[in-house]
């Protein structure tokens, strides 16, 4: 089993959709979670860290933590075609180690 | 400007011909690490460094070396490259956390796409 699963899609949804990103993990002992944004042939670029459970809001991102069923989201509200691009989810593992998923595809359509 | 730099950003080259690719931060960050990035495997740790002088394996450090002389600058080093080693190469810098692991968010270089024929 990978420690950091995600679906590597595509998602596609329409503009204006909310577009909901979903990744689980195996490492219990995991404390901070992260979502990276990774255009097409560029680096990954931080966009939301969540520590503890529950929902955390930034603008039109909204990442959401349960440890106990261990996965975590993002949703993404109002979608644009400038947000068609893959999504990371990374934690910190039980090590202290950084982990990262191989990427949710999403295309936003106009 | 803060910012991680990569050198060079495409290289295409042959089996076993040795190679550096060059990192530099301006960021005065202590933590610097090397990821690969392959189809469907996501990114993977190759080396890091806690500080100068100090560095560690990571998940897949099979066939590449690092030094970490100054504080700024993190050179990967391909002794003999080999075609399994075309990939997207990442360098990235922190903040030293806890424990010397990384603070919170990484900053990534542009990338380095290798290719080994």
């Known amino acids: 089993q990978k420690e950091v699963e995600q679906n590597s899609g595509p998602l596609s949804v329409p503009e204006g959709a909310i577009a909901s990103l979903n990744c689980t993990y195996s490492?219990?002992?995991?404390?901070?979670f992260f979502w990276y944004r990774q255009y097409s042939g560029k680096s990954p670029e931080l966009i939301m860290s969540?520590?503890?459970?529950g929902d955390k809001e930034d603008g039109r991102f909204t990442a959401q933590l349960n440890k106990a069923s261990q996965y975590v989201s993002l949703l993404i509200r109002d979608s644009q075609p400038s947000d068609s691009a893959t999504y990371l989810c990374?934690?910190?593992?039980?090590?202290?180690?950084?982990?990262f998923g191989a990427g949710t595809r999403l295309t936003v359509k106009p | 400007e803060a910012q991680v730099t990569q050198n060079p950003r495409y290289l295409i080259t042959v089996t076993g011909k040795k190679l550096t690719v060059t990192c530099s931060q301006n960021?005065?960050?202590?933590?610097m690490s090397w990821y690969r990035q392959d189809p469907g495997l996501g990114l993977r740790q190759i080396y890091y460094?806690?500080?100068?002088?100090?560095?560690d394996k990571g998940d897949v450090p099979e066939g590449y070396k690092v030094s970490r002389k100054e504080k700024r600058n993190f050179p990967l080093i391909l002794e003999s490259p080999s075609p399994n080693q075309t990939s997207l190469y990442f360098c990235?810098?922190?903040?030293?956390?806890?424990?010397?692991?990384?603070?919170?968010?990484?900053?990534f270089g542009p990338g380095t796409r290798l290719t080994v024929t």
């Open positions: 969540i520590y503890s459970n």
């Open positions: 990235a810098s922190s903040l030293r956390g806890h424990r010397g692991q990384p603070l919170y968010e990484q900053y």
């Open positions: 960021m005065n960050h202590e933590y």
């Open positions: 490492d219990r002992g995991s404390q901070s």
């Open positions: 460094s806690m500080n100068v002088e100090v560095t």
């Open positions: 990374a934690l910190r593992d039980n090590n202290n180690d950084m982990r």
